[in-house]
């Protein structure tokens, strides 16, 4: 079972159940939904939405399509970059008191390592690494696909940056390599995974097609398998994120090797679903922890 609190390198949450990034806008809604003190004693970090250095607009509409078990978005990274983020959001954010983590994306390695040094200057503890971005440096081929840029990054992180360091996977190309490369690196923990690429035709006259990341209970088997394997191949922590919809969804992430769980698609249905899992995740623990800790001995 994880401990309670979870501990993740030198870190430790009150809960493991966390927000996925761009499932939860910017922070300023989430007092809609919940209250200071169940924000508090449900959820043990908030991920930020993807940030960058300079803002960006991201992609004209249609942006999210819904298929019969799965949601494809396709955002484009839409966020008013980290240091308006920092002024605008993060004050509102920081007195909940519960444990922020960075979502940071570039366009080179630089920006990276830029975004980083800022976080590090005002003692900000928490960086994910968003490595499914295209490097344009490498003709916009996204950092995710070549494990030896993928060691580059991780390495100048974490030369400037003492915090702990989570790399979120992307789920399609060469997964186990990059893995590898990120724990070698110096990354304390990864996030499997990203949302998967995907397409759906959304209407014919006129012709709409969108094209972008797939997300919801259609890739839990799948990021659940990948969860299993890497669980096989690396020594430091794996965040699961994919498909995390009910108590289930997460104690069979946490079976399979996962130490933590991020809620994404699930907030955009129900905002206060955090609630609820984490609720029924215990129930189920109660339940099966005695058979958890027989399989694991
Ligand atoms: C609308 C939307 C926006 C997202 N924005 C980001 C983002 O900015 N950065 C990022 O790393 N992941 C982003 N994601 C991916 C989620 O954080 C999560 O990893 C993914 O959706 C899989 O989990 P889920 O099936 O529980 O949603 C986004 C997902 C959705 C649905």
């Not at 570039?106 to 040094?117: D, N």
Request: proline share 8%; aromatic share 8%.
């Amino acid at each position: 079972m994880p401990e309670s609190p979870c501990v993740i390198g030198n870190y430790s949450f009150r809960t493991p159940f966390f927000l996925a990034s761009g499932t939860w806008g910017l922070g300023d809604t989430l007092l809609n939904y919940l209250t200071p003190e169940e924000i508090k004693a449900s959820i043990g970090a908030l991920i930020t939405k993807g940030l960058s250095l300079e803002p960006m607009p991201g992609n004209p509409p249609p942006r999210l399509f819904e298929t019969p078990c799965g949601l494809i978005n396709s955002i484009g990274l839409e966020n008013p970059g980290l240091k308006a983020f920092l002024e605008k959001y993060y004050p509102e954010l920081k007195v909940l008191e519960v444990p922020i983590i960075f979502n940071l994306h570039g366009k080179a390695l630089e920006e990276f390592y830029e975004m980083a040094e800022i976080l590090s200057e005002i003692g900000e503890e928490a960086i994910e690494l968003n490595i499914s971005c295209p490097n344009v440096k490498e003709g916009g081929i996204a950092f995710s696909q070549n494990p030896q840029v993928v060691f580059e990054l991780v390495k100048g992180v974490r030369a400037v940056f003492k915090g702990l360091l989570i790399v979120k996977l992307s789920p399609i190309g060469p997964v186990l390599e990059v893995a590898k490369k990120a724990e070698e690196a110096g990354a304390d923990a990864l996030t499997v995974a990203n949302t998967y690429p995907a397409l759906g035709v959304i209407s014919y006259e006129p012709l709409q097609i969108i094209r972008g990341g797939l997300s919801g209970p259609a890739i839990k088997p799948l990021t659940l398998r990948l969860v299993f394997e890497l669980s096989q191949r690396v020594k430091i922590p794996l965040i699961a994120s994919g498909g995390i919809m009910s108590g289930k969804d997460a104690l069979d992430y946490l079976i399979c090797g996962a130490k933590a769980f991020q809620i994404g698609t699930a907030n955009l249905i129900d905002p206060r679903a955090p609630i609820k899992i984490k609720q029924e995740f215990e129930e189920l623990s109660q339940k099966y922890g005695r058979l958890l800790d027989k399989s694991s001995s």
